[in-house]
């Protein structure tokens, strides 16, 4: 594939849908490596992925707003729960997250297991169709996607746990929708785990990170016409590992017990 007008006609709604993860989810992606948590965005992701599969299973119009509240009511029941256990089990919540993880794929496969396109569902869930975003859609997304910056930013630690939870269920419910479970993971950690210990910066050289992994990601897949999905994952990968080794540490290490 080469990059003519008309594959960049397909390659900027994708690169857009990239920008407005990648806002959201690089702060959120840094609370979740400081709490310790980091597989929740995997678990939430999943369970409001069950919450489109079902609203799909009982014949709801799939670009109905039905959908939507399915899978941010699944994904905030989700929160709620791993709220609470947190609280209760503050020891063990990152093994619950993920058993949570892992009895929502069961449920996904379960109720996937009599549709024909199953495994073709299965595979958008996880991968994405981040070529194949509406243009028409990011005008609204790109609104709620503010929604939550500004109250991520305006509030901060006054959020609170709940808040916290609340504020990460929307945002995912929302990406997991756009570019997939994979992506949704791999721009909440890898920008954050390449900055951890070089925080001088810190915001502007995660946000070059998850900005490049999708634009040198997708312009790849063009060239090569390998999948897109994976290419940005790779992408952002190769960018987090060079600059994770570039960057000069400024946070020490914590020692091994």
């Known amino acids: 594939m080469n990059l003519d007008a008309a594959t960049l006609g397909i390659l900027w709604p994708a690169f857009i849908a990239g920008l407005l993860v990648t806002a959201t989810h690089v702060p959120l992606g840094m609370q979740v490596l400081d ?7 995997l678990a939430v992701a999943q369970i409001a992925g069950v919450g489109v599969i079902l ?48 009895l929502a794929s069961s449920v996904a496969i379960l109720l ?11 595979k958008e869930l996880l991968i994405g169709q981040i070529l194949w975003v509406n243009p028409a859609r990011l005008p609204l997304e790109a609104l709620f996607y503010a929604g939550i910056l ?19 269920a929307c945002a995912v419910t929302i990406s997991v929708q756009l570019v997939g479970l994979f992506l949704v993971f791999i721009t909440l950690v890898v920008p954050a785990l390449a900055t951890f210990y070089s925080r001088k910066q810190r915001y502007l050289k995660a946000y070059a990170i998850g900005v490049l992994g ?12 390998l999948p897109s999905g ?8 190769v960018i987090a590992a060079a600059m ?7 946070v020490a290490p914590a020692k091994g017990p």
């Open 35 to 41: 709490r310790g948590i980091v597989f929740i965005d």
């Open 55 to 102: 609203a799909d299973f009982l014949g709801w119009n799939p670009t109905g707003a039905a959908v939507q509240i399915a899978a941010l009511g699944a994904a905030l029941v989700g929160a709620f729960v791993l709220t609470w256990t947190e609280r209760r089990w503050p020891e063990v919540q990152e093994a619950i997250i993920g058993v949570v993880f892992v």
């Open 112 to 122: 996937l297991a009599k549709n024909p396109h199953g495994g073709e569902n299965l």
């Open 150 to 168: 500004a109250l991520w930013f305006g509030l901060g630690e006054r959020l609170g746990r709940i808040g916290f939870y609340v504020l990460f």
């Open 214 to 225: 999708y634009a040198l990601g997708l312009i790849a897949s063009a060239m090569t016409d």
């Open 230 to 237: 994976s290419m940005i994952v790779c992408a952002m990968v």
């Open 244 to 250: 994770a080794l570039l960057s000069k540490p400024d």
